[in-house]
């Protein structure tokens, strides 16, 4: 059987992750930003001329509402942290599901400059990732002994050896993809708890309420000191 435990050891060692220190300060354009995302996740792609994001991914993002319109078609380092995070999202949440979760931090601290930003997010959720992989290469190294301690009964001892390591590899993929299984559908059920995001039309007819509201309120605060003064 393959040292699977030597594959997942080589990817953690080489994975690199994207630290807001490496994201100019300076906003980017689109060639500039998808250059700048397949430099940094080169370790994750699986075959060479994988792109880690493309022109038309990050346009259809912010047709959604994934992602806030870039400014005269320049995306900012806040930008390209949301990308991160969708980068990572997208191969176990839905458009739907990312849009739901990135939503209230996009309204929140999406450009924001007074207290918590989401640079300051991103590293919080970031200090975390060493943890995880240590705790994910416990996990697999388990759960691959638990393989190769397997197929030992009676009926597979006829088997070619080939064979036998054949099976405890299918083993430990199928405990691995069950694992994924449940975590995938234990996000998703924290996920349907959240609220329905607001589509840009609605934000935009809130935004217009709230403002006649202030306005009226405002009209009626004049004519009460106009009335005051007579």
Do not use: W
């Not at 806030?68 to 942290?81: A, G, I, Q, R």
Request: charge should be neutral; hydrophobic fraction near 35%; include cysteine.
């Amino acid at each position: 059987m393959m040292d699977v435990n030597k594959i997942l050891e080589n990817l953690i060692n080489n994975m690199s992750l994207i630290s807001p220190d490496d994201i100019p300060n300076i906003s980017l354009y689109m060639d500039q930003v998808t250059t700048f995302m397949d430099n940094h996740l080169y370790s994750v792609k699986r075959f060479e001329d994988d792109k880690a994001l493309t022109k038309t991914m990050i346009n259809n993002y912010a047709k959604n509402d994934l992602l806030p319109s870039p400014e005269k078609k320049k995306y900012t380092k806040d930008h390209v942290l949301l990308l991160t995070f969708i980068y990572y999202f997208k191969s176990v949440l839905s458009i739907s599901d990312i849009k739901k979760l990135l939503q209230p931090i996009s309204d929140k601290f999406f450009l924001t400059n007074k207290g918590a930003n989401l640079e300051d997010i991103y590293n919080e959720v970031e200090s975390y990732m060493s943890s995880i992989s240590e705790s994910v290469l416990a996990d697999v190294k388990s759960k691959s002994d638990a393989a190769n301690q397997s197929f030992t009964d009676e009926i597979f001892k006829a088997l070619p050896t080939k064979d036998t390591d054949y099976l405890k590899l299918f083993k430990l993929i199928s405990m691995l993809c069950f694992d994924i299984y449940l975590k995938k559908q234990l996000i998703e059920s924290i996920v349907d708890t959240l609220e329905e995001p607001l589509s840009k039309a609605e934000k935009e007819k809130l935004a217009k309420k709230e403002m006649e509201a202030r306005e009226k309120r405002l009209k009626k605060e004049r004519e009460e000191r106009e009335k005051f003064k007579k």
